[in-house]
């Protein structure tokens, strides 16, 4: 873990929940041959389940991981607090659309209100941009999710390059 969180200029927050989810698949499939071994798997799982078992369940994390085109959703254990995490994202797309759209509104409204040619058209323009930032919210997010996972050598933004 030290050399994956070493591996870069800085650790990011995506990479806890990977990492975690990695370390626990590696301890269960170790199979020690001593009894000593096997106590200390055992103690090493409870001791990271005490620690990071809700950790899914944590905001930012959560969303840094799932926002990160390297791991995405595929080290989620919990289907639930999946779900939870991608509605909340959803949830702040909307908030986001909304107040964008309701800043351009107040801008077009703070005009000279004198004749406008171009007012009706400035007014469906502005609708028909409302009505399909709802409906593309889900479908670019749904996109972005279902795309394959980035290399883990581009770095969380080397999609950007």
Excluded: W
């Excluded at 959703?73 to 909340?88: L, N, Y």
């Amino acid at each position: 873990m030290t050399v994956e969180t070493s591996g870069e200029n800085y650790p990011t927050i995506g990479k806890v929940i990977p990492m975690i989810g990695c370390l626990i698949d590696q301890y269960n499939n170790y199979l020690p041959r001593y009894e000593i071994g096997k106590q200390l798997k055992t103690t090493l799982l409870k001791e990271i389940d005490k620690r990071f078992g809700a950790i899914e369940k944590s905001y930012i994390p959560a969303v840094s991981t799932i926002l990160d085109p390297r791991f995405k959703q595929i080290h989620f254990r919990d289907p639930q607090a999946m779900g939870t995490v991608i509605r909340q994202i959803k949830s702040e797309i909307t908030t986001l659309q909304n107040t964008s759209s309701s800043s351009e509104s107040s801008d077009s409204s703070a005009e000279d209100p004198e004749f406008d040619l171009r007012a009706h058209h400035k007014k469906l323009a502005h609708t028909k941009k409302s009505g399909q930032c709802k409906s593309n919210k889900d479908s670019e997010l749904n996109q972005y999710l279902s795309a394959p996972v980035r290399n883990l050598k581009d770095g969380s933004l080397g999609y950007l390059k």
